[in-house]
């Protein structure tokens, strides 16, 4: 069985439902790959699917990438191949025999979800990585965005969520983001990268560094951050608001 400490982290062994879904999940990561590598349009994964290359405990439902052509390009060219069909403006379905599952396609400087938008899907702002999970026959060289970058999405929600900004079914997602921050940070601290700020320029950065903060409070993060959080950009940010007093160690 899969088995999962207190921060989320996701031991090697997920158990016979889970592969099952990995696996479906990787095929259509593949077959997405192919045809957008074959029509030379760069992009790269985010959300569930990026954080659980990347250890995260939580199994993906549906996929998220960013490419350089809108949504409606994305969209012609998949409904050329067998297995797509369109669901909405920015979403389609993808069924190999096992399922359907949902792939949700945005424009990295162009669209806004849940309050962040993303870098652009521009060759300096991906990061190709394996996943050594056994089990797992994933597609070599996976384009996801940065993971320093990748972990401020689910850090934005998480804050966004703390402070009442979101929806009720925001905040019921909650668990997922949780999730997929842990492995994510896991991940950072083992390979010793850190958060990256500047990417997200649309979103004022005091803003994203009192984010951060606020997930020191929260259990194994305030360990794992002090080891990704960069506490250079930190300490300026902070350290003239009344309410500083985080601590790293």
Excluded at 42 to 51: D, E, L, V
Excluded at 77 to 83: A, E, I, P, S, V
Excluded at 137 to 143: A, D, F, G, S, Y
Excluded at 168 to 195: N, Q, S, V
Aim: proline share 4%; net charge negative; aromatic share 10%.
């Amino acid at each position: 069985m899969t088995s999962t400490n207190q921060t989320g982290w996701m031991h090697d062994n997920p158990n016979a439902d889970e592969m099952d879904k990995l696996e479906h999940l990787d095929a259509a990561v593949a077959c997405l790959m192919g045809i957008l590598r074959e029509a030379q349009i760069a992009h790269y994964f985010i959300g569930g699917y990026a954080a659980n290359l990347l250890r995260s405990s939580q199994t993906p439902e549906d996929i998220h990438v960013v490419t350089e052509k809108p949504c409606d390009v994305i969209m012609d060219l998949l409904l050329r191949y067998d297995g797509y069909s369109q669901k909405d403006d920015r979403c389609m379905i993808y069924n190999n025999g096992k399922g359907d599952l949902a792939i949700n396609i945005y424009t990295g400087d162009t669209w806004q979800e849940e309050g962040y938008r993303m870098p652009a899907a521009d060759a300096s702002r991906i990061f190709i990585r394996e996943c050594t999970k056994p089990g797992r026959n994933i597609p070599t060289e996976v384009p996801i965005l940065q993971p320093g970058a990748l972990v401020l999405l689910d850090i934005i929600v998480l804050g966004n969520i703390a402070q009442g900004f979101l929806t009720r079914e925001a905040k019921a997602r909650h668990r997922k983001h949780y999730r997929d921050m842990y492995g994510i940070l896991h991940w950072m601290r083992d390979h010793r990268e850190t958060i990256i700020y500047e990417w997200f320029n649309e979103t004022p950065r005091h803003a994203i560094v009192w984010d951060v903060a606020m997930m020191c409070w929260y259990g194994g993060a305030r360990e794992l951050l002090a080891d990704t959080a960069n506490i250079t950009v930190l300490a300026p940010e902070l350290t003239g608001d009344k309410n500083w007093w985080i601590r790293f160690s």
